[in-house]
């Protein structure tokens, strides 16, 4: 958790906990630069975090990514923490909840920049799933939402106009947000989106020259579930 301000966070691998691999609270202008989340330190087999691998909370100003290579964080293979209760019904429509690989949440949090990272993918921005087979076990995929901005989350951008800025968002749901081995009681597949901005009071979010649904070379289809 950080909560002093002004961090940088670089060259670590977050995988296998228990809550969201770095939770940034109040005090903002933090980078979060060149980092592993939900996979091994090579960045092609899958080590699950139950929750986000980043959570911004009503913090502004925090650099996720950025235009260098170096910079790029590889924020793939959350998923919930009870995959038996994933989904609730608000305003008619299902928004899963506590699932997203990035999640930028409250009305404090302003200005928040990310790009140039991988979301769902392997470190190379190109596989999902490595032995092609839907099984649970290894694909590389965030369960639920590639990014989420909600709870009256505002003036967040998320991508940019060169190439380096761009984030690649693919195959989120390509892991179905079960347990991993679960034989009984499992959650059944779950809708997945790669980015969602939920909520008429997060506004005036910008969104663009990201590939969703993608690989990074933009040559072959990596989708999300929905």
Same mark, same amino acid.
Request: proline share 4%; glycine share 20%.
């Given at each position: 958790t950080?909560?002093?301000?002004?961090?940088?966070?670089? %060259?670590?691998?977050?995988?296998?906990?228990?809550? @969201? /691999? $770095?939770? *940034? #609270?109040?005090?903002?202008? +933090? =980078? &979060?630069a060149g980092?592993?989340?939900?996979l091994?330190?090579? %960045?092609?087999?899958?080590?699950?975090?139950?929750? @986000? /691998? $980043?959570? *911004? #909370?009503?913090?502004?100003? +925090? =650099? &996720?990514?950025?235009?260098?290579?170096?910079d790029?964080?590889?924020?793939?293979?959350?998923?919930?923490?009870?995959?038996?209760?994933?989904?609730? #019904?608000?305003?008619?429509?299902?928004?899963?909840?506590?699932q997203?690989?990035?999640?930028?949440?409250?009305?404090?949090?302003?200005?928040?920049?990310?790009?140039?990272?991988?979301?769902?993918?392997?470190?190379?921005?190109?596989?999902?799933?490595?032995?092609?087979?839907?099984d649970?076990?290894?694909?590389?995929?965030?369960?639920?939402?590639?990014?989420?901005?909600?709870?009256?989350?505002?003036?967040?951008?998320?991508?940019?106009?060169?190439?380096?800025?761009?984030?690649?968002?693919?195959?989120q749901?390509?892991?179905?947000?079960?347990?991993?081995?679960?034989?009984?009681?499992?959650?059944?597949?779950?809708?997945?989106?790669?980015?969602?901005?939920?909520?008429?009071?997060?506004?005036?979010?910008?969104?663009?020259?990201?590939?969703?649904?993608?690989?990074a070379?933009?040559?072959?289809?990596?989708?999300?579930?929905?």
């Amino acid at each position: 958790t950080i909560r002093g301000g002004d961090s940088v966070v670089r %060259g670590l691998v977050f995988n296998g906990g228990l809550v @969201p /691999g $770095i939770l *940034i #609270e109040d005090a903002g202008g +933090n =980078t &979060i630069a060149g980092n592993i989340f939900g996979l091994d330190p090579t %960045g092609t087999t899958s080590d699950r975090n139950r929750g @986000p /691998g $980043i959570k *911004i #909370e009503n913090s502004s100003r +925090n =650099t &996720i990514g950025g235009e260098s290579p170096a910079d790029r964080n590889l924020i793939s293979g959350s998923y919930s923490r009870d995959p038996n209760d994933q989904l609730e #019904e608000i305003f008619g429509r299902f928004q899963l909840l506590k699932q997203g690989g990035l999640e930028i949440i409250g009305p404090a949090s302003v200005f928040n920049v990310v790009q140039g990272n991988y979301i769902g993918t392997d470190i190379s921005g190109m596989v999902v799933d490595p032995d092609g087979e839907r099984d649970s076990d290894d694909e590389l995929g965030n369960s639920g939402i590639g990014i989420l901005i909600a709870e009256g989350a505002s003036d967040n951008t998320i991508g940019g106009t060169s190439t380096g800025a761009r984030n690649v968002i693919g195959g989120q749901g390509s892991f179905d947000g079960r347990e991993p081995n679960c034989v009984e009681n499992c959650a059944t597949d779950v809708p997945s989106v790669g980015i969602l901005i939920d909520g008429e009071v997060s506004g005036r979010n910008e969104v663009y020259g990201n590939y969703i649904g993608t690989n990074a070379a933009g040559t072959a289809a990596l989708g999300n579930g929905v």
